[in-house]
């Protein structure tokens, strides 16, 4: 364990006695740095008048005592952080609310080509998120092929439109959901240039009741186009997760999803193998790596960015999603322990982020 890792670890001692919830999941610890024994942090305080800010500057000190040397060794600063909520949103030069001033993570899932059990991730990590006792949202930013509704059991469902106009996405296993599915007759194609595309998303982000959610997931359509270069330049992503298979072709378009990511600056959390192996069921134990083996692992490797997990194929999977019944909400089967120790990994991963890089802040990108 790394000294950073070791800190992080620490400081999910500190709890908000009120909530229950510890100071990495509150989004409290910015500028995380541990150097030549030293450790720098600053603590964000959200609510300045509660008696938890009072106390977890202490708090933080006390965890991180046995890490050093010496107790002029950690220095604190704490920050009153009094913008974020109620912020505003400005789109096409409109002023709006932005739908996401309650959302503390928004995670990017995608992939560079289609095919590769993308949306089958998306859905099953957000279930996995909300049964640990995460607020989920999901939006399924794919406008010509969604397929969230299937996967939730809720084709027919249409959300609901408040008083303010805004969008109430429909909420199932615990995941507020939202999709271009629910809004269109699924015998029919959505056969729509670009900025009618660019417009449908901007709305489904901005216009939209989610309420306080600890993770909003976006399941990304496959490729590196409009709707990728939308979502960075509407919202701040807190992070990606590129989903791949183990063969050449489809790692090869995972490098340029990872490519893309950085190109804007949003962190990459980590690559996800799916397909991995196939385990006969009459045959627990036999292993057939159908498309490759360890693909995704060395090209995390060779990127330097963590392999958050490998997800083998499950014909249950298939019937699960297809029945509208995601495989996470099957406690202990052998799926829903993968999905549920992939959502940990993103949990750990997204702190990390959160804890010693920047806040990400929507993306610019000049037209020449």
């Known amino acids: 364990m790394s000294e950073t890792e070791s800190a992080l670890s620490a400081l999910k001692n500190v709890l908000d006695p009120v909530t229950g919830k510890h100071v990495l999941r509150m989004d409290m610890i910015r500028d995380l740095r541990v150097e030549n024994g030293n450790i720098h942090l600053t603590v964000q305080i959200h609510d300045p008048m509660s008696s938890f800010a009072m106390t977890v500057e202490d708090a933080c000190r006390e965890v991180l005592l046995p890490l050093v040397s010496s107790p002029s060794d950690i220095r604190i600063s704490v920050d009153n952080d009094m913008i974020g909520l109620g912020d505003e949103l400005t789109v096409d030069g409109d002023t709006q609310s932005d739908g996401f001033s309650g959302a503390r993570n928004i995670i990017a899932v995608a992939s560079g080509k289609g095919g590769v059990g993308k949306s089958t991730v998306s859905v099953?990590?957000?279930v996995a998120l909300a049964r640990q006792g995460y607020s989920v949202g999901l939006v399924d930013t794919d406008i010509y092929g969604p397929s969230i509704p299937v996967m939730f059991g809720v084709e027919n469902a249409k959300p609901k439109v408040a008083e303010n106009r805004r969008i109430v996405p429909l909420e199932r296993y615990g995941v507020k959901l939202l999709s271009m599915g629910f809004l269109v007759d699924p015998e029919k194609a959505v056969v729509w240039r670009g900025p009618m595309v660019t417009s449908a998303i901007k709305q489904f982000l901005s216009d939209t009741e989610w309420g306080e959610l600890d993770f909003l997931i976006l399941d990304l359509p496959p490729g590196t186009g409009d709707i990728q270069l939308?979502?960075?330049?509407?919202?701040?992503?807190?992070?990606?997760?590129?989903?791949?298979?183990?063969?050449?072709?489809?790692?090869?378009?995972?490098?340029?999803?990872?490519?893309?990511?950085?190109?804007?600056?949003?962190?990459?959390?980590?690559?996800?193998?799916?397909?991995?192996?196939?385990?006969?069921?009459?045959?627990?134990?036999?292993r057939y790596h159908i498309f490759g083996e360890g693909g995704a692992r060395a090209l995390a490797e060779e990127l330097n960015v963590p392999l958050l997990g490998e997800l083998p194929i499950d014909e249950g999977v298939r019937r699960n999603?297809?029945?509208?019944?995601?495989?996470?909400?099957?406690?202990?089967?052998?799926?829903?322990?993968?999905?549920?120790?992939?959502?940990?990994?993103?949990?750990?991963?997204?702190?990390?982020?959160?804890?010693?890089?920047?806040?990400?802040?929507?993306?610019?990108?000049?037209?020449?």
């Open 124 to 126: 099953n990590l957000a």
């Open 230 to 286: 939308t979502i960075v330049q509407t919202v701040p992503l807190n992070g990606a997760v590129v989903v791949s298979t183990p063969q050449r072709v489809a790692l090869a378009d995972a490098r340029k999803g990872v490519a893309m990511f950085e190109q804007v600056h949003v962190p990459v959390l980590g690559l996800v193998e799916n397909m991995a192996w196939f385990e006969p069921p009459d045959m627990p134990g036999r």
């Open 321 to 368: 999603c297809d029945d509208g019944t995601p495989a996470a909400t099957f406690e202990g089967t052998t799926a829903a322990t993968a999905f549920d120790a992939l959502a940990q990994r993103v949990t750990e991963e997204t702190w990390r982020r959160n804890a010693t890089r920047p806040a990400t802040q929507k993306v610019e990108i000049l037209r020449r």
